[in-house]
């Protein structure tokens, strides 16, 4: 009887025994091999790529994130990190960088001063202000730079042309490089009398010219007078 007990309970055993051998045989060939994560920050997407495939380590994007700086698809975090353990075929998360979008110049022309500074509140874009006389309402934009629509350049800045009813003094603005006609045309509506001079001096031509120089200078601060209008002389040239 003491035989066929313990035969017994050697029948519940072994089938343990083979499942734990089968384990272990299973993992020992398919077991894999523990790797350091190879340091990836700095490369971009096409080099991690070629790295990760020569230890059987796979590449998987996890976001990016906008960054005006480093050239796009660069990568600027992992995980698992440098140095960590990592088995074959296993992914190791990447986080790359892309340019931030252009602005746009929003429309404000036509809003007072009050409601553009609540629109530019919440943007990344920033105002410069001209204080000019103008038939518009006070404290009225009446123009801006860039016109609506259009991209701004890298510092986010755009111009603002506010209407002002009495004589404060005003800042000359910048007008180099830009479109002489269309210059004079702005100068226009603000009844200042423009005299363009070209250099060198040119016969009748379709004006495609740029201005080079003015006066008053750009900075001058301007006090304008009611029974005598600016007076504002443009040197041009072809582009």
């Known amino acids: 009887m003491k035989i066929l007990h313990s035969f017994k309970s050697l029948l519940f055993i072994i089938p343990f025994m083979l499942f734990l051998s089968g384990y272990l045989i299973l993992d020992t060939l398919f077991r894999s091999e523990e790797l350091e994560a190879p340091a990836l920050i700095g490369m971009n997407i096409q080099e991690a790529v070629t790295l990760l495939s ?116 005003i800042i000359m603005p910048d007008f180099k490089g830009k479109n002489v006609q269309d210059v004079a045309d702005f100068l226009t509506t603000q009844s200042a009398k423009v005299t363009i001079f070209h250099y060198p001096p040119m016969a009748d031509h379709t004006c495609l010219c740029v201005i080079t120089d003015q006066r008053p200078m750009a900075g001058s601060i301007i006090t304008p007078l009611v029974d005598k209008p600016l007076q504002v002389q443009l040197q041009a040239r072809m582009p």
């Open 54 to 169: 020569t230890k059987n380590l796979n590449l998987r994007l996890l976001a990016t994130k906008e960054d005006p700086i480093l050239d796009p698809g660069t990568i600027i975090s992992q995980s698992p990190h440098t140095g960590q353990k990592i088995k074959e075929n296993q992914s190791v998360y990447v986080v790359t960088v892309t340019k931030p979008k252009k602005l746009k110049a929003p429309q404000v022309v036509n809003k007072s001063l009050q409601e553009i500074q609540e629109l530019l509140q919440s943007t990344k874009i920033r105002a410069k202000y001209y204080y000019m006389q103008s038939p518009y309402p006070k404290d009225m934009c009446f123009a801006q730079s860039p016109a609506p629509a259009q991209e701004l350049d890298e510092s986010n800045k755009m111009i603002v042309y506010i209407a002002t009813s009495n004589n404060k003094p």
